[in-house]
């Protein structure tokens, strides 16, 4: 009885060769697209900017402004408070101001996000903002101020 060869043959071979360099072609280019992490990361300072802000009005009982544009984000005080002037930008936990610019210029809907939270953490003001190719959003709830992430 003869032995039994296995292994693969040169065809199966190439063709598996192939394959996966049609597959890197196709994919790989997406796979590593700097874009859609520029977005992901705008997206969620944004939304922590939005966040803070609520909390901040809770804690604090002033009413805060957050707003979102393709510039960045930024947190003012809506209304004199404590001895705080109207508009003047929310101080970050480092020190500095809360805002941030758009290095990247990731692409933001227009008008952007304007809300004011109250001291009970409702929200006032345009409250949808779209980042990129609508692959992120949030939506702030205007009687609640529930903030509804996508995705």
């Known amino acids: 009885m003869r032995p039994v060869e296995r292994g693969f043959t040169m065809v199966e071979l190439i063709v598996v060769i192939v394959i996966a360099g049609i597959l890197a072609a196709v994919v790989g280019p997406r796979f590593f697209d700097r874009q859609v992490f520029d977005e992901r990361l705008f997206f ?25 544009s393709d510039t960045g984000y930024a947190l003012f005080y ?3 408070c404590g001895g705080i002037a109207a508009g003047s930008p929310v101080a970050n936990p480092a020190g500095g101001t ?6 990247q210029a990731v692409a933001v809907s227009s008008p952007g996000l304007n809300v004011t939270f109250d001291s009970l953490g409702s929200a006032s003001g345009a409250n949808t903002v779209r980042f990129g190719a609508n692959a992120f959003s949030f939506t702030v709830h ?7 992430t996508t995705p």
């Open 78 to 80: 809506a209304t004199a």
């Open 142 to 148: 205007l009687s609640s101020g529930f903030i509804e």
């Open 98 to 103: 809360y805002s941030a610019g758009n290095p």
């Open 44 to 68: 969620e300072e944004s939304l922590s900017a939005a966040r803070y802000a609520q909390k901040l009005a809770v804690a604090s009982g002033c009413p805060i402004r957050t707003q979102v």
